[in-house]
T-cell receptor
Framework: EAGVAQSPRYKIIEKRQSVAFWCNPISGHATLYWYQQILGQGPKLLIQFQNNGVVDDSQLPKDRFSAERLKGVDSTLKIQPAKLEDSAVYLC??????????FGPGTRLTVT | KQEVTQIPAALSVPEGENLVLNCSFTDSAIYNLQWFRQDPGKGLTSLLLIQSSQREQTSGRLNASLDKSSGRSTLYIAASQPGDSATYLCAVSDNNNDMRFGAGTRLTVKP
């Protein structure tokens, strides 16, 4: 069974630029999550999708972050414009009804 | 609001030693608790998942316990090896699958 795929693995941008991350969950997993992990901290949930609907986006900074999951499979997370404090690893995870989450390798973002 | 704390933040032990990592959470109304391993620059690998009705789970040299009423979980690693060196994260989920993580314990096992 293929795992959660994410791209790119690394990205370096300047502040005020835009960036987008892509995630392909495990086949058949209806729920998809995006987390932000700042160095030295645990991951923090940004947004949770159930199929193509948003379940929880209460911690998503909506003035600059957006996410979509148009066909209930792949998802993209966008930051526009980026700030220095957005430097972090962005993790995507997926799960079935069992609630056990499977994580991708993450995208490490550096904002300079 | 659920808060998860992991102690210690870092731990260094000689190879072969048995060790315990601690996790505490403030709201006992959890659905499950999960222990993850994270290697530098990598994503999270699930080690053990304990449902709220369970007391412990075991996998190989790993044993995780859950005391929901006191808001505590421990991860026991037997006969530690240098390959066990990583950051170990504890996470609790509620009925809405809202998962909250601790900051992790960075483990170093010295040969």
């Amino acid at each position: 069974e293929a795992g959660v795929a994410q791209s790119p693995r690394y990205k370096i941008i300047e502040k005020r630029q835009s960036v987008a991350f892509w995630c392909n969950p495990i086949s058949g997993h209806a729920t998809l999550y995006w987390y932000q992990q700042i160095l030295g901290q645990g991951p923090k949930l940004l947004i949770q999708f159930q199929n193509n609907g948003v379940v929880d986006d209460s911690q998503l900074p909506k003035d600059r972050f957006s996410a979509e999951r148009l066909k209930g499979v792949d998802s993209t997370l966008k930051i526009q414009p980026a700030k220095l404090e957005d430097s972090a690893v962005y993790l995507c995870a997926s799960s079935t009804d069992s609630y056990e989450q499977y994580f991708g390798p993450g995208t490490r973002l550096t904002v300079t | 609001k659920q808060e998860v704390t992991q102690i210690p933040a870092a731990l260094s032990v000689p190879e072969g030693e048995n060790l315990v990592l601690n996790c505490s959470f403030t709201d006992s109304a959890i659905y499950n608790l999960q222990w993850f391993r994270q290697d530098p620059g990598k994503g999270l690998t699930s080690l053990l998942l304990i449902q709220s009705s369970q007391r412990e789970q075991t996998s190989g040299r790993l044993n995780a316990s859950l005391d929901k009423s006191s808001g505590r979980s421990t991860l026991y690693i037997a006969a530690s090896q240098p390959g066990d060196s990583a950051t170990y994260l504890c996470a609790v989920s509620d009925n809405n699958n809202d998962m909250r993580f601790g900051a992790g314990t960075r483990l170093t096992v010295k040969p």
